[in-house]
């Protein structure tokens, strides 16, 4: 089972290692991870998305938990949450192609943020699947570079992580 | 005051309340170690390898429950200190490690003796500082000794790069304890959750005590003791909580795991309710836990550390808390309990038949010999001439399972050994410890002649301090564990197992300034113990006891096999 959770910490150099290495030596798979500090500058709010069974996302939550850096831990995956991840894609569009593309970038609600005569780039924003289903919709010819953020999220409603 | 970094951090140890600390100097904590040389609150202890400083730290926090200190140079003195650090990780002894690191500006240069210590370290400590401000010098020390001690005790390292050591600042004594945000150990146990333990416990058919080195750390003997005592249950200690319920006491069925008591083990299996305390059902202890899962019964899990149940075992009724605060909470729940309603004798009558029948097969006997010394009998000679009050220590392998089968420890604090790690070497260190915190007590070294040549340097501390540790080295000329899997497991091929060209170890100690005996023969061993023991109680003795060659420690459960497929000897095989 995929799950995203969401970490608080010091914002201190080594916090983010600490995490790494915790997953890295469980042997626990990470998907992505994005970190940022947060509205308080001492503190980083991490997301990391992982997957595996009960028993391994309990143990995650616990390892995170122990690190002394840490201060509080959450899987958002366990109740209503909202994710967002952000994609830049810069793709071919030449000739006739560049109505095409520009119309694809409408359905998806994206922006197009900068143009050369021969690509555009693309500024995606939206959950995983979505930013999937744009690269499956376009020709894999005419993806010229693709970066991705990760996700990051935050509990629907009056949920909030916060100390 | 405004002091330098290097005063800072002695008069730091010294406010701490340090009076011993392990180390070697070097080039990045010269600063530290003139001020060492000015000052005289804590004594420092010169060892002759890095890693023997950690060690030496670790068995002296084993032996007395305080943080343990070391202190070492940048680079190779950091790489040295490793194995020690995962050593004490592994078993949660509260360490503080302080380590010289290369001037801030020379950080990242590659610069002379650099390594990235706190990026070496970091998956082996419970945390670990690089100070980059001589203002934040002494709080970080202070934050140091407080995350050793509390919660799930572990090492601690300090980085302080030379420039910090001279820089200035001003300095105040510490008051008060230290508040973390992101750091506050649970202490006390979920009340409805003892209570709900206390009544399985009750209504148990057949309970079962099993408890490992975390009631040992928690200082919580004497409430084991009384609840164990109380509901006369058995009780089962792993290999790093012997001593925390006394081995002489009938309720006590052994060590469980690979090589544990077939009484303890069974039980372990056939109870139906277990309650584990401070102990974390690891793959030496369980076996296979797909096998140990296959009987049910009712677990119940107190440990101060979550990440620890339901790891590899699910739990039934899981405590976080401190094993000695839960502890008594249980007593206090137990007393209530039972003065309300007598508990049948009947109730558990016929488990203690059962555990009486385990017993009977006698797992421990091993074939006494007049012509080869046999190990089981020297540890059982030294249990014997020590009244089970000596501090053991021993090394990884053979010799340390049958200390740990034959030596009878009543007291906690009394068994020091590397469980979790498997650390060869830290036997002679370890008893340098032991000696810095009981400078008159019987300590002895169990090791064999291949662990005690890893860290072998440690003699000429011993001689600079006047230690006495008497050791004893069951030497088979084998790597006798991992022989014993090659005999077993790999068709009797004993790669590499054989321990050739070995120094003669009496010269070898007498070089060092200690006394050297070597005995050959049964009828020997006792004499030799008991002159070690008195006549050169102030000296270090070194006994190599030439030990039957190729005796096997039972019982054995393989690796990867359930906790009762034990092999109870070579007829097994």
Sequence with gaps: ?163 | MELTGAEIVVRSLADEGVEHVFGYPGGSVLYIYDEIFKQDRFKHILVRHEQAAVHAADAYSRASNRVGVALVTSGPGVTNAVTGIATAYMDSIPLVVLTGQVPTTAIGQDAFQEADTVGITRPCVKHNFLVKDVKDLAETIRKAFYIARTGRPGPVLVDIPKDITIARCKYTAPAGEIKMRSYSPVVKGHQGQIKKAVQLLLQAERPMIYTGGGVVLADAASELTKLVQMLDVPCTNTLMGLGAFPADDRRFVGMPGMHGTYEANMAMQHCDVLVAIGARFDDRVIGNPKHFAQNARKIVHIDIDPSSISKRVKVDVPIVGDVKDVLQDFVAHVEAALKETRRDPEQIASWWKQIGAWRERECLKYKASNEVIKPQFVIEKLCEITRGEAFVTSDVGQHQMWAAQYYRFNKPRRWINSGGLGTMGVGLPYAMGVQMVHPDADIAVITGEGSIQMNIQELSTCHQYHLSPKILCLNNRYLGMVRQWQQIDYGSRYAESYMDSLPDFVKLVEAYGHVGMRIESPRDVEGALREAFTTHKKRLVFLDIITDRTENVWPMVKAGKGLTEMLLGSEDL
Excluded: W
């Excluded at chain 1, 997953?23 to 500090?37: C, D, H, K, M, Q």
């Excluded at chain 1, 006739?96 to 900068?114: L, N, Q, S, T």
């Excluded at chain 1, 970066?147 to 949920?159: D, L, Y």
């Design chain 1, 1 to 163: 089972m995929r799950h995203a959770i969401s970490v608080l910490l010091e914002n201190e150099a080594g916090a983010l290692s600490r995490v790494v290495g915790l997953f890295s030596a469980r042997g626990y798979n990470i998907e992505t991870l994005t970190v940022a500090p947060t509205e308080d500058a001492t503190l980083s709010r991490m997301t990391v998305v992982t997957s595996g069974s009960d028993d391994v996302i309990e143990q995650i939550t616990k390892h995170l938990n122990r690190l002394v850096e840490v201060v509080k831990v959450v899987d958002l995956t366990e109740a209503p949450h909202i994710e967002r991840e952000l994609m830049l894609i810069k793709v071919r569009a030449v000739g006739k192609e560049r109505e095409e593309m520009k119309r694809m970038v409408d359905i998806f609600r994206g922006h197009i943020v900068d143009v050369t005569d021969k690509t555009y780039t693309v500024e995606l924003t939206g959950d995983k699947s979505k930013l999937d289903a744009f690269i499956e919709a376009l020709d894999r010819a005419s993806i010229l570079e693709t970066v991705r953020t990760g996700s990051c999220g935050v509990g629907r409603g009056e949920r909030v992580l916060k100390i």
